[in-house]
T-cell receptor, first 112, second 106 residues
Framework: NAGVTQTPKFRVLKTGQSMTLLCAQD?????MYWYRQDPGMGLRLIHYSVGEGTTAKGEVPDGYNVSRLKKQNFLLGLESAAPSQTSVYFC???????????FGPGTRLTVT | KNEVEQSPQNLTAQEGEFITINCSYSVGISALHWLQQHPGGGIVSLFM???GKKKHGRLIATINIQEKHSSLHITASHPRDSAVYICAAATGKLTFGQGTILTVHP
């Protein structure tokens, strides 16, 4: 997963607490994506960004906010965590015709 | 019906067996990705295909664009191949299959 890092790797939150997940990339990609992975549901797109200062909704955006103030960083925020947001979160730059897909190492979030 | 369907969902094999995982998609794509995820681990890209066939070691991936079908083959399977294998169709965004859980017993 060269060039894509995620922090934190693990987190336990109580219902109603907030947190921010950070994805950092040094690959100069314009596009960045946040996914969540749940058993039986596969990977689903939460939000994505097509460049610095831009964000857009994916399949499952409710309960999340994102920001892309700098090209290299894509932040995913949970303002008021709910147990349904217990999941593993992956950040990824875009796929491309000339390179394979890279994913960040993932953040395992548990909301109690 | 999901745009990307994988089969089987679960697969158990004995060490040394030849394994095939299938992926069918219903949308036009520019590429098809095969990914691997070990239990509790991150997601690793195995292949990106837009036509034909690719081989890395014991892994072979093929794609038939006309039939909208791709296969991942593992020759001489080993317990360390036990993982979830995911195909993803690139359509301007990535659409993922549900994954195939592979368990290889020694």
């Amino acid at each position: 997963n060269a060039g894509v890092t995620q922090t934190p790797k693990f987190r336990v939150l109580k219902t109603g607490q907030s947190m921010t997940l950070l994805c950092a990339q040094d690959m100069n990609h314009e596009y960045m994506y946040w996914y969540r992975q749940d058993p039986g549901m596969g990977l689903r797109l939460i939000h994505y960004s097509v460049g610095e200062g831009t964000t857009a909704k994916g399949e499952v955006p409710d309960g999340y906010n994102v920001s892309r103030l700098k090209k290299q960083n894509f932040l995913l925020g949970l303002e008021s965590a709910a147990p349904s947001q217990t999941s593993v979160y992956f950040c990824a730059p875009p796929w491309g015709n000339d390179y394979e897909q890279y994913f960040g190492p993932g953040t395992r979030l548990t909301v109690t | 019906k999901n745009e990307v369907e994988q089969s089987p969902q679960n697969l158990t094999a004995q060490e040394g067996e030849f394994i095939t995982i299938n992926c069918s998609y219903s949308v036009g794509i520019s590429a098809l990705h095969w990914l691997q995820q070990h239990p509790g681990g991150g997601i690793v890209s195995l292949f990106m295909l837009s036509s034909g066939k690719k081989k890395h070691g014991r892994l072979i991936a093929t794609i038939n664009i006309q039939e909208k079908h791709s296969s991942l083959h593992i020759t001489a399977s080993h317990p360390r191949d036990s993982a979830v294998y995911i195909c993803a169709a690139a359509t301007g965004k990535l659409t993922f299959g549900q994954g195939t859980i592979l368990t290889v017993h020694p």
